[in-house]
């Protein structure tokens, strides 16, 4: 008959018939009496039991008092008959939980607050800290910060949730990892230094006194301020003018320096006068010139300079530049724009003008931009005899034309008259010969990928001027991988000779073969093979065909006799197939054997070739049949016997 179950106060939770079984009622299943198969449903309720019904979803229809373990949030919970609550920790959500009792925790995620629960006055009591939506986080925060060896105890300062400042007591530290407007702690009050205008304010009882030095020490920088008397600063860092510190002036041992660390310096005399210096000007910046406007050192006016002017690297001229007399020397290069007329140049660099006249000069670099006339007639026969003479190469863009050129080595392009004297050659990057080539050299080679002669005969042969003289000579190929291709369809390389290749030979052609006389190698007489011979088809043969195979005793050890040959032989069937990819001398139906029946009771005569497929040696198989018929000699004596 049907059974009730009771909680733990009495009350009737289910009624289970008998031979039933209730899943609904509870998280566990009930089991009725004589139910077939109830100790599997019995273990599984102990085991859920066990792990408080571990899982990410709570469990169904549970129990006042009931235990669940939220493996998605790893925390144990308790249903209080109405909702599931934590166990030994707080809820954490944006709004109070409900149904609270005394002394439930709630961390609330929106201000980030603790709080408890207080049934007195129904009222969820900060616990910490201080803290409301409109005041925002406002106070102090002990914090515990590293360096990346060692921490640190320091207090945090926030005004609305601000980051304000942070006191220390500890030596200077950088925080690890870094703290946004703190990139070091010094001891003290440290202020974040990405909130702009953060400062002391008020005012002191004692200001007048700044490191015990009085306020009338200082100048203001508030306002304008005077000092009376001179300025002196005793230090080689020198002084700092300006709102982004760009004028300097600073000593460095005897040497004083004016220098700007952005912009232009400009030295503006009062209007009306010149800018006098009376001691050495140096100017360190590297601008380079490239127009009157540009450049370390610029003058708006014109320059006057008493004593001589020297330019370590090119000087460039907007106008004409006359020399009456003397020589321009120059460690640089000399850049003239209009028209120069002068008598000796003497320069190490670039000479770049318009050239009228010059007398004896010598340059390191000569840059014509318009036509130079050299009138000197003096003829040349060697590179330092001339009218013009170049100690270095000439780079000449456009065409040269020379009644004799003799130069030792030519690059680019040489086009040339009949020349019938060519003595000798350099290396070429083309050359293309309307005549005959010969080369009396010890040796003559062609380095190139592919070399294409016309419709002529090649022959080879060593001391051979002519056709005629190089009978018997013949054609070498060295080299790895070296191809010998004939691409006439219609004939074909005829080797009359004893031929030898050390290396191997690769024949490409893929013309098959239909008798000795027809194929891609075609031997006229006999060939010797000292290797292993491998043929992918059919070998066919006008006369007899011998295989020798070692089988003295001598040559052999481990022997053994085959054992269970009638068993082994039974295995094995003899069958007709056809080639599923069938040639002309495979297209008929074939007798034979299974090389994977083969394999099972005889594997010393199954092999496996290059393309994984299996082969068999059926000459080999005689043996297996030599044993086998021993074996059926033998029973049938046996029975003759009976």
Same mark, same amino acid.
């Given at each position: 008959?049907?059974?009730?179950?009771?909680?733990?106060?009495?009350?009737?939770?289910?009624?289970?018939?008998?031979?039933?079984?209730?899943?609904?009622?509870?998280?566990?299943?009930?089991?009725?009496?004589?139910?077939?198969?109830?100790?599997?449903?019995?273990?599984?309720?102990?085991?859920?039991?066990?792990?408080?019904?571990?899982?990410?979803?709570?469990?169904?229809?549970?129990?006042?008092?009931?235990?669940?373990?939220?493996?998605?949030?790893?925390?144990?919970?308790?249903?209080?008959?109405?909702?599931?609550?934590?166990?030994?920790?707080?809820?954490?959500?944006?709004?109070?939980?409900?149904?609270?009792?005394?002394?439930?925790?709630?961390?609330?995620?929106?201000?980030?607050?603790?709080?408890?629960?207080?049934?007195?006055?129904?009222?969820?009591?900060?616990?910490?800290?201080?803290?409301?939506?409109?005041?925002?986080?406002?106070?102090?925060?002990?914090?515990?910060?590293?360096?990346?060896?060692?921490?640190?105890?320091?207090?945090?300062?926030?005004?609305?949730?601000?980051?304000?400042?942070?006191?220390?007591?500890?030596?200077?530290?950088?925080?690890?990892?870094?703290?946004?407007?703190?990139?070091?702690?010094?001891?003290?009050?440290?202020?974040?230094?990405?909130?702009?205008?953060?400062?002391?304010?008020?005012?002191?009882?004692?200001?007048?006194?700044?490191?015990?030095?009085?306020?009338?020490?200082?100048?203001?920088?508030?306002?304008?301020?005077?000092?009376?008397?001179?300025?002196?600063?005793?230090?080689?860092?020198?002084?700092?003018?300006?709102?982004?510190?760009?004028?300097?002036?600073?000593?460095?041992?005897?040497?004083?320096?004016?220098?700007?660390?952005?912009?232009?310096?400009?030295?503006?005399?009062?209007?009306?006068?010149?800018?006098?210096?009376?001691?050495?000007?140096?100017?360190?910046?590297?601008?380079?010139?490239?127009?009157?406007?540009?450049?370390?050192?610029?003058?708006?006016?014109?320059?006057?300079?008493?004593?001589?002017?020297?330019?370590?690297?090119?000087?460039?001229?907007?106008?004409?530049?006359?020399?009456?007399?003397?020589?321009?020397?120059?460690?640089?290069?000399?850049?003239?724009?209009?028209?120069?007329?002068?008598?000796?140049?003497?320069?190490?660099?670039?000479?770049?003008?318009?050239?009228?006249?010059?007398?004896?000069?010598?340059?390191?670099?000569?840059?014509?931009?318009?036509?130079?006339?050299? +009138? %000197? *007639?003096?003829?040349?026969?060697?590179?330092?005899?001339? #009218? !013009?003479?170049? =100690? &270095?190469? $000439? @780079? /000449?863009?456009?065409?040269?034309?020379?009644?004799?050129?003799?130069?030792?080595?030519?690059?680019?392009?040489?086009?040339?008259?009949?020349?019938?004297?060519?003595?000798?050659?350099?290396?070429?990057?083309?050359?293309?010969?309307?005549?005959?080539?010969?080369?009396?050299?010890?040796?003559?080679?062609?380095?190139?990928?592919?070399?294409?002669?016309?419709?002529?005969?090649?022959?080879?042969?060593?001391?051979?001027?002519?056709?005629?003289?190089?009978?018997?000579?013949?054609?070498?190929?060295?080299?790895?991988?070296?191809?010998?291709?004939?691409?006439?369809?219609?004939?074909?390389?005829?080797?009359?000779?004893?031929?030898?290749?050390?290396?191997?030979?690769?024949? +490409? %052609? *893929?013309?098959?073969?239909?008798?000795?006389?027809?194929? #891609? !190698?075609?031997? =006229? &007489?006999? $060939? @010797? /093979?000292?290797?292993?011979?491998?043929?992918?088809?059919?070998?066919?043969?006008?006369?007899?065909?011998?295989?020798?195979?070692?089988?003295?005793?001598?040559?052999?050890?481990?022997?053994?006799?085959?054992?269970?040959?009638?068993?082994?032989?039974?295995?094995?069937?003899?069958?007709?197939?056809?080639?599923?990819?069938?040639?002309?001398?495979?297209?008929?139906?074939?007798?034979?054997?299974?090389?994977?029946?083969?394999?099972?009771?005889?594997?010393?005569?199954?092999?496996?070739?290059?393309?994984?497929?299996?082969?068999?040696?059926?000459?080999?198989?005689?043996?297996?049949?030599?044993?086998?018929?021993?074996?059926?000699?033998?029973?049938?004596?046996?029975?003759?016997?009976?």
């Amino acid at each position: 008959m049907a059974y009730t179950v009771n909680n733990t106060q009495g009350s009737v939770v289910a009624t289970v018939a008998d031979g039933t079984i209730d899943s609904t009622t509870t998280s566990l299943t009930f089991i009725g009496k004589n139910y077939a198969g109830y100790g599997e449903i019995q273990n599984e309720n102990f085991l859920k039991l066990m792990e408080n019904f571990a899982n990410s979803s709570q469990p169904t229809s549970p129990q006042a008092g009931q235990c669940w373990w939220d493996t998605g949030t790893t925390l144990l919970k308790v249903w209080s008959g109405s909702q599931w609550k934590n166990v030994g920790s707080a809820t954490a959500s944006a709004s109070a939980p409900t149904g609270p009792n005394q002394g439930d925790l709630w961390y609330d995620t929106t201000n980030k607050q603790l709080k408890a629960y207080n049934s007195a006055t129904s009222n969820w009591d900060l616990i910490g800290p201080d803290y409301t939506a409109a005041q925002q986080l406002s106070g102090q925060s002990i914090q515990t910060i590293s360096d990346g060896v060692s921490d640190h105890v320091v207090v945090y300062i926030y005004v609305a949730s601000v980051l304000l400042a942070i006191w220390s007591k500890d030596p200077t530290f950088t925080p690890s990892p870094s703290i946004t407007g703190f990139s070091v702690i010094n001891p003290g009050i440290n202020f974040n230094s990405s909130i702009s205008g953060i400062k002391f304010a008020g005012t002191a009882s004692n200001s007048e006194l700044l490191d015990n030095l009085d306020s009338t020490q200082f100048i203001r920088s508030d306002i304008s301020d005077t000092k009376n008397g001179s300025l002196t600063i005793n230090n080689n860092t020198g002084l700092v003018v300006g709102t982004s510190n760009d004028c300097t002036i600073s000593v460095s041992g005897t040497t004083s320096t004016l220098g700007t660390t952005t912009g232009t310096l400009n030295l503006s005399p009062v209007a009306g006068s010149n800018t006098v210096v009376t001691s050495n000007l140096l100017v360190t910046q590297s601008t380079a010139s490239t127009s009157s406007v540009t450049g370390a050192l610029r003058v708006t006016g014109g320059t006057g300079i008493g004593g001589n002017l020297f330019v370590g690297s090119a000087a460039t001229i907007a106008g004409n530049l006359t020399l009456t007399g003397g020589t321009i020397n120059s460690t640089g290069g000399v850049n003239i724009s209009g028209n120069l007329s002068a008598g000796n140049i003497s320069t190490t660099g670039e000479l770049a003008a318009n050239i009228t006249s010059l007398g004896t000069s010598s340059f390191s670099t000569i840059n014509v931009s318009t036509l130079a006339n050299i +009138t %000197a *007639t003096t003829a040349s026969t060697s590179t330092t005899t001339g #009218a !013009l003479k170049v =100690a &270095g190469g $000439a @780079g /000449i863009v456009g065409n040269v034309n020379a009644g004799n050129i003799s130069a030792t080595n030519i690059t680019g392009t040489l086009a040339t008259a009949a020349q019938t004297n060519v003595t000798s050659v350099g290396t070429l990057s083309g050359l293309t010969v309307a005549g005959n080539v010969a080369s009396t050299g010890s040796t003559f080679y062609i380095d190139n990928t592919t070399v294409g002669f016309g419709d002529i005969n090649i022959t080879v042969a060593r001391n051979a001027g002519t056709a005629a003289a190089a009978s018997g000579g013949g054609l070498t190929v060295a080299g790895g991988n070296a191809t010998l291709t004939y691409n006439d369809s219609d004939d074909s390389w005829n080797l009359n000779k004893f031929t030898k290749f050390p290396s191997g030979v690769s024949i +490409t %052609a *893929t013309t098959s073969s239909s008798g000795y006389t027809t194929g #891609a !190698l075609i031997v =006229a &007489g006999g $060939a @010797g /093979i000292a290797g292993a011979l491998y043929v992918n088809g059919a070998i066919s043969s006008n006369g007899d065909v011998i295989a020798y195979a070692s089988s003295d005793a001598r040559l052999k050890t481990n022997v053994k006799r085959i054992t269970d040959a009638l068993a082994k032989v039974e295995k094995i069937n003899g069958v007709t197939f056809d080639w599923i990819n069938p040639t002309a001398d495979k297209n008929r139906t074939e007798a034979g054997v299974i090389a994977q029946e083969i394999q099972e009771v005889l594997p010393e005569v199954v092999t496996t070739r290059e393309d994984g497929m299996l082969a068999v040696r059926y000459e080999r198989i005689i043996a297996l049949l030599i044993e086998s018929i021993k074996e059926l000699k033998q029973e049938v004596e046996q029975l003759k016997r009976q």
